[in-house]
């Protein structure tokens, strides 16, 4: 064990990838004053860039709709580049699936709730996120394994 070289896990840099934002039905639809109601879905991407090197990516995409007519969409994508190496094998996806987007997601939540407020609408505030539990979760789906929550 001598031999082996000590865990590496440096963030290189943090940024915003992409930035969208659509109002299709403006300026008609801001005339309205039914409630809208807001969908978000979020995305977690990892790729080897280089050796021991990857580009995590979080991606959230904000729809609000009034009836079946869209107000706004937002789509914003913050990614990291991580260097891990010398992590072992069975702690890999843990890093990559956890750690690493623990670290980009709170720039997003920021760039999301600016580009909305800058769009002339009340901010969205994304909710935190368990990433281990995401990860799990998406990990026994991946294993066929029924999810059990508590």
């Not at 070289?5 to 659509?22: D, G, H, T, W």
């Not at 109601?37 to 609000?64: D, H, M, P």
């Not at 010398?86 to 996806?93: H, K």
């Amino acid at each position: 064990m001598a031999d082996q070289e000590a865990p590496v896990f440096n963030i290189q840099r943090v940024y915003l990838k992409e930035a969208s934002l659509e109002q299709p039905n403006s300026p008609a639809i801001l005339l309205e004053q039914e409630q809208p109601s807001v969908e978000i879905n979020l995305g977690v991407n990892a790729e080897n860039v280089a050796e021991g090197v990857f580009e995590i990516t979080v991606t959230a995409t904000v729809q609000t709709k009034i009836q079946d007519k869209t107000v706004f969409l937002a789509e914003c994508k913050q990614a990291g580049i991580f260097e891990v190496r010398n992590v072992p094998d069975e702690q890999m996806g843990a890093v990559i699936g956890i750690a690493c987007p623990q670290i980009v997601y709170p720039y997003l939540r920021g760039n999301v709730a600016d580009l909305i407020q800058r769009a002339g609408f009340p901010p969205v505030h994304l909710a935190e996120i368990n990433f281990q539990q995401m990860y799990e979760q998406q990990a026994a789906q991946a294993q066929g394994s029924p999810i059990v929550t508590q």
